[in-house]
């Protein structure tokens, strides 16, 4: 599953400063901010291709125009309407060319086969500002890691023209389903983030549930129903190899794990004599702490990224609402304050957020709330929508949306903070459950 990619620097240009983008010429930005947005135009020419490369340059161009309009923050001018053609990578800039048809942003690059390996390199360039917008960059790789130098193409340019981190080059876990509703077949599998690239990690002998990737992103915590009830189990994503977490809990069920910032302590649920609590594991000794003790059902931690709290839906109130609880256990506060029930929260990346379900009026919805419950906002609503996950820079969720009736099937859907940009993830038939690694290493 590692791929090699190698990152070096180009000195073509220094840095420069951003800031908000205007229709006056200016340095290049746009701020993401809870208002709707017109997209900022953005043109592409397709990468200069070295001999042998034509496919990958095509390609890799391709991708890279998908990740930046598929934010919603972007609009590519269509290349039928480009005026200068880019001969080679050192063409001089003919930015009068660019801004007659009101692009902002210009992205030029080449693709060459060196000694086996293939070599990526781009240029951002800030149209009405006369400039380029950062240093040029170069990427090294093995020729099938041309899609991860796309995605870190438009990671790149995503960065320096939002001033926020990108989240094209990562992957998503997911339960991939098949069947009958009644008879449903899951298996656990993995994807880039846009859905390319899907490796199948588990059987369908078993019911699969809830795949959370590890800080590193290398390794995959589970449920599985192999021995008759919920046990937690690790899948190594190198070698494709799992180990039983929790066989020795005889009697018991446990499910809704997550890992620790640091990836040293699972956090999970255990359900034991009717009653459900939650636990705390350490990975390399398997001890356990238990964090939660009343007779209401606790269950769906999620750490904060600082490793110091701990988030958890519970009924203990007499109806499903949110809480949080020190990383070691106490006193629980209530968050959830809105109409409804309230379940699966998880802590955005940045900490600023928590994403949950709600259900009212006969309605699913995704939302997000403050820390501290303050600035609730529902941004989708469905028959059934639930189990958000964050992207790595905190700004996209996805979630899992099924349709109605008895043929109603489950898909993977994302939409940003700001409930704007709701679209369909592309997967392999009926897919449920994602999880949103961190950036690739």
């Known amino acids: ?150 995605h870190n193409v438009a990671d790149n340019v995503y960065e320096r023209i939002t001033g926020e981190s990108g989240y094209f080059d990562s992957r998503v876990a997911f339960v991939h389903e098949e069947g009958p509703k009644n008879a449903r077949l899951k298996r656990i599998a993995i994807m880039d983030y846009d859905g390319a690239n899907v490796q199948y990690l588990t059987d369908s002998r078993s019911l699969v549930l809830a795949p959370r990737f590890a800080p590193d992103g290398q390794t995959l915590l589970f449920t599985s129903y192999e021995s008759g009830s919920p046990r937690l189990y690790t899948l190594d994503l190198a070698t494709v190899s799992r180990r039983p977490l929790s066989d020795h809990l005889n009697g018991t069920m446990s499910f809704a794990p997550r890992f620790s910032p640091d990836g040293d302590r699972i956090v999970f649920s255990l359900e034991q004599g009717g009653n459900t609590d939650i636990y705390l594991m350490d990975v390399a000794t398997g001890m356990q702490t238990q964090l939660t003790e009343a007779p209401s059902i606790e269950t769906a931690p999620s750490f904060s990224p600082d490793g110091t709290q701990i988030v958890f839906e519970s009924d203990r109130s007499g109806s499903q609402q949110i809480y949080i609880m020190p990383a070691t256990g106490g006193e629980a506060r209530r968050i959830s304050q809105g109409e409804g029930r309230y379940g699966t929260p998880v802590w955005s990346p940045r900490g600023d957020l928590i994403a949950f379900t709600n259900q009212q009026s006969g309605r699913f919805h995704i939302g997000v709330m403050r820390t501290d419950g303050s600035e609730e906002r529902l941004l989708t609503s469905s028959f059934l929508d639930e189990g958000p996950t964050w992207a790595p820079n905190g700004r996209v969720i996805m979630f899992t949306r099924e349709t109605a009736g008895t043929d109603g099937a489950p898909a993977i859907y994302s939409v940003d903070i700001s409930g704007r940009n709701l679209q369909r993830v592309a997967t392999p038939g009926m897919a449920s459950d994602p999880a949103w690694s961190p950036l690739n290493n």
């Open 1 to 150: 599953m590692t791929r090699f990619l190698t990152i070096a620097f180009l000195a073509l240009a220094s840095l420069a400063a951003p800031a908000v983008a205007q229709d006056t010429p200016g340095p290049l930005r746009i701020e993401i901010t809870e208002g709707v947005i017109e997209p900022l135009p953005f043109a592409l020419p397709q990468f200069i291709a070295g001999p042998g490369a034509e496919d990958q340059a095509a390609d890799i161009t391709r991708v890279i125009a998908a990740d930046l309009s598929g934010t919603g923050l972007f609009r590519e001018i269509p290349r039928d309407a480009h005026i200068s053609p880019i001969t080679s990578f050192d063409s001089p800039v003919q930015y009068a060319d660019w801004q007659a048809i009101n692009a902002q942003a210009l992205i030029t690059g080449s693709v060459t086969i060196e000694g086996g390996q293939l070599v990526v390199r781009f240029r951002l360039f800030d149209v009405f500002s006369n400039e380029p917008l950062g240093a040029g960059l170069q990427f090294v790789g093995s020729p099938d890691s041309w899609r991860r130098m796309a």
